[in-house]
């Protein structure tokens, strides 16, 4: 059976090493003005009613004096106007900004404020996430934060260049998704014949979910031509595959689910195995299969509801225009999450059986304790 698993592994791996040095992106995309914006970070020390124009009368915008702590001229002040909305405006005396440098930095009328700091807060929460990973998981929680970092390696330094020098959103997925998948689990989990079932369960389902992705998304004339699409193939000055992006994405949010309930499942076949070493594989198969159907059920669900949240402004900005459930439903921005959701979820449903027939195959024949 071990031979059995390399012949499967072995070749998936190195399809995986030679798919990354084909489509790594050796030039990386600019934007097609090849100015990268230059962002200061500061902190606003006054505030006061402003017309947007001068001497207009409208009195519909703030000016604001930042005080900058970063870039040239750190350590002085410049005014900006920030527009109020209903009322409200969005910074106000205390707050730490983000601006954007727009020309000559030595031109106060130059900077424009882009967003807020949230270096400090974010970096605070990722360590106190961290905490609760080691605390509980201990060595083994050091494991996962390590996967965690390794799949933000492959996402930022080789998925989305690589998708932004024109390289096939899918096949890039297909490869991210694949280097993730392996370095991932063998880094949690170890060296081990369970963890390569988990592994074969994940890649069996990833391919199934391209499948169905590519073959619904086409029936479904999901473009991808969002806004966001278009502005992004606006500032690199050329075309993106909008439905190869919709792909990408679907392939990415579900590994992780993928890998969670295949884990799982061939866990739980070394465990009742050990249990009782008398099990025939029929029982094996169907005790492990309940603890499935429980697992997949949640797994859906919390799928569904990602996928949901992710999609919430849409869906109230349709609940406000009283669209109906169907023309709701079936609209382009919509239609995505709705494939997304459902594609991921036959993946994870095929993933129980799936693992759980390859567990049973290596751990009746492999003996238990050995993986």
């Known amino acids: 059976m071990r031979i059995a698993i390399a012949a499967l592994l072995v070749p998936a791996a190195i399809a995986t090493l030679v798919g990354l040095v084909l489509l790594f992106p050796y030039e990386r995309a600019q934007p097609a003005d090849e100015v990268a914006a230059v962002r200061v970070p500061g902190t606003v020390t006054a505030t006061a009613v402003s017309d947007c124009a001068p001497g207009e009368g409208d009195r519909g915008c703030v000016a604001l004096t930042v005080l900058l702590t970063g870039g040239e001229r750190a350590g002085t002040s410049i005014v900006t106007l920030v527009s109020v909305v209903r009322g409200v405006a969005p910074f106000t005396t205390g707050d730490d900004v983000r601006l954007v440098v727009t020309g000559d930095p030595a031109d106060p009328e130059s900077y424009q404020i882009d967003d807020f ?39 930022v330094g080789f998925v989305l260049p690589a998708i932004l020098a024109g390289k096939d959103p899918l ?3 297909v490869v991210g998704c694949s280097v993730i998948m392996f370095g991932a689990l063998y880094l949690t989990h170890g060296p081990s014949a369970r963890t390569s079932v988990a592994v074969l369960g994940t890649l069996g389902s990833l391919v199934l979910i391209g499948l169905l ?30 439905r190869g992006i919709v792909l990408a994405g679907l392939m990415i949010g579900a590994l992780g689910a993928l890998d969670d309930v295949t884990v799982t499942q061939a866990s739980a076949v070394w465990e009742l195995r050990r249990a009782d070493p008398g099990l025939r594989p029929t029982a094996l198969f169907t005790s492990a299969m309940r603890i499935g159907r429980d697992h997949v059920g ?74």
């Open 171 to 173: 096949a890039v997925a």
């Open 298 to 371: 949640a797994a859906v669900n919390t799928l569904v509801l990602a996928y949901a949240g992710a999609a919430l402004p849409l869906l109230l900005l349709f609940s406000v225009a009283e669209r109906g459930l169907v023309d709701t439903l079936t609209s382009q921005v919509i239609a995505t999450e709705v494939v997304r959701t459902l594609v991921g979820s036959i993946g994870l449903v095929a993933a129980v059986p799936l693992t759980t027939l390859l567990a049973v195959a290596v751990v009746t024949r492999g003996g238990v304790g050995r993986g």
């Open 213 to 242: 992705g590519a073959g619904f998304a086409a029936a479904s004339a999901l473009t991808g031509a969002d806004e966001d699409t278009a502005a992004l193939a606006n500032v690199l000055g050329s075309g993106l595959d909008g």
């Open 117 to 155: 700091q949230r270096d400090v807060p974010l970096g605070l929460l990722a360590l106190l996430f961290a905490a609760a990973v080691v605390a509980l998981g201990r060595w083994r929680g050091v494991a996962s934060l390590g996967a965690l970092v390794l799949s933000g390696i492959v996402l």
